[in-house]
C-alpha cells in the first residue's frame, strides 16, 4: 500500500522484498522526519538500494506501507545524462510543458545553485565526471522535493572530487531543507552529511546511529572517530588506530 503526502518527510513501514525466493528486505520500517538527512549504511547486498528504490515508487514487486511526499527525486551513481540535449534540457527533463523560456530560467537557476550556470548551453559530453554528477544534483532540485534520495552519487567520483560534491549536497540540504535519503559504502561520507545513520542486514534495520558531531564536522572530533568505530564494528571491522573508511563494491 502507498500514498504520497504534501508534506515533507517519509515514511515506510512493513517493507518486504523477495527476490527468486530470496528475502532481501524482510519487514523494514524507516522514518524521515521533514528536513532530515538520514544515511544508509550495511554490507554489500544486503538491500540498500532496493529499500530506496521501493521508497522513490521505482520497485513494483516491494510490499509494504509508504507515505511520501509528492514531490521526490532520485539521484544515481550514473548521471544519466542525455548526450544528445544540452546541459539545460537535461536539467529540465520531465518538468512538463510551458514555454522553453521559462523551462530555461528553472533550469539556470538549478544550474547556479550547483555552480554551473555558465555551462547550461554545454553538451554533457564535454564535462568533467564531476560536472556531470552536478547537474544530475541540479536536475533533482530543480523540482524542490520533499524527499531527496541519493543511491552512492559520489561513488564514481575522484577522492578529492567526492569531498567538493559532499560539501555541495551539505550546503544545498541544509539551505532546502528536504528530507534525505543517501545510500552509501563510505562510513566517513555518512557521518559527515547525515543526522542519523540507520545499519541494513539480514533484511532489517540492525542499529541506528545518531550522529551528534557539530557541523562543520572534522574527522578529528573525538565523537567522530567513537561513531566510526561503532559502525565498523557493526559491519564486522575491527579498528585499529590506522583504520579509515572501508571502500566496498556495490
Given at each position: 500500500?502507498?500514498?504520497?503526502?504534501r508534506?515533507?518527510?517519509?515514511?515506510?513501514?512493513g517493507?518486504?522484498?523477495?527476490?527468486d525466493?530470496?528475502?532481501?528486505?524482510?519487514?523494514?520500517?524507516?522514518e524521515?522526519?521533514?528536513?532530515e538527512?538520514?544515511?544508509?549504511?550495511g554490507?554489500s547486498g544486503?538491500?540498500?538500494?532496493t529499500?530506496?528504490?521501493?521508497?522513490?515508487?521505482?520497485?513494483?514487486?516491494?510490499?509494504?506501507e509508504?507515505?511520501?511526499?509528492?514531490?521526490?527525486?532520485?539521484?544515481?551513481?550514473?548521471?544519466?545524462?542525455?548526450?544528445?540535449?544540452?546541459v539545460?534540457?537535461?536539467?529540465?527533463?520531465?518538468l512538463?510543458?510551458?514555454?522553453?523560456?521559462?523551462l530555461?530560467?528553472r533550469?539556470v537557476?538549478?544550474?547556479?545553485?550547483?555552480?554551473l550556470?555558465d555551462?547550461?548551453d554545454a553538451?554533457?559530453g564535454?564535462?568533467?565526471?564531476?560536472e556531470a554528477?552536478?547537474v544530475?544534483?541540479?536536475?533533482s532540485l530543480?523540482?524542490?522535493?520533499?524527499l531527496?534520495?541519493?543511491?552512492e552519487?559520489?561513488?564514481?567520483l575522484?577522492a578529492?572530487?567526492r569531498l567538493?560534491?559532499?560539501?555541495?549536497?551539505?550546503?544545498l540540504c541544509a539551505?532546502?531543507?528536504?528530507?534525505?535519503?543517501?545510500?552509501?559504502?563510505?562510513?566517513?561520507?555518512?557521518?559527515?552529511?547525515?543526522?542519523?545513520?540507520?545499519?541494513?542486514?539480514h533484511?532489517?534495520?540492525?542499529?541506528?546511529?545518531?550522529?551528534?558531531v557539530?557541523?562543520?564536522r572534522?574527522?578529528d572530533h573525538?565523537?567522530?572517530?567513537a561513531?566510526?568505530?561503532e559502525?565498523?564494528?557493526?559491519?564486522?571491522?575491527?579498528?585499529?588506530?590506522?583504520?579509515t573508511?572501508?571502500?566496498?563494491?556495490?
Open positions: 500500500m502507498s500514498g504520497e503526502v508534506t515533507a518527510g517519509a515514511v515506510a513501514r517493507v518486504r522484498r523477495v527476490f525466493g530470496r528475502t532481501v528486505l524482510d519487514g523494514v520500517d524507516v524521515i522526519a521533514p528536513g538527512f538520514v544515511a544508509l549504511l554490507p544486503c538491500g540498500k538500494s529499500l530506496l528504490k521501493a521508497i522513490g515508487g521505482l520497485d513494483s514487486g516491494a510490499e509494504g509508504f507515505r511520501v511526499p509528492a514531490s521526490r527525486s532520485i539521484v544515481f551513481q550514473e548521471h544519466r545524462l542525455l548526450p544528445w540535449e544540452r539545460w534540457r537535461n536539467v529540465a527533463l520531465g512538463g510543458g510551458g514555454p522553453a523560456r521559462k530555461r530560467e533550469a537557476r538549478a544550474l547556479s545553485e550547483v555552480g550556470r555551462r547550461a553538451w554533457p564535454t564535462l568533467s565526471g564531476g554528477q552536478r544530475a544534483l541540479a536536475r530543480v523540482r524542490d522535493p520533499g531527496l534520495l541519493l543511491d552519487p559520489f561513488g564514481a575522484d578529492l572530487t567538493k560534491a559532499q560539501a555541495l549536497v551539505a550546503e539551505r532546502r531543507r528536504p528530507a534525505v535519503l543517501l545510500v552509501t559504502h563510505d562510513v566517513d561520507e555518512a557521518l559527515r552529511l547525515a543526522d542519523r545513520i540507520l545499519m541494513l542486514g533484511g532489517r534495520i540492525v542499529r541506528e546511529i545518531a550522529v551528534d557539530p557541523r562543520p572534522s574527522i573525538p565523537r567522530f572517530r561513531h566510526r568505530h559502525i565498523l564494528r557493526g559491519l564486522g571491522v575491527e579498528p585499529g588506530p590506522a583504520t573508511s572501508p571502500q566496498e563494491n556495490a
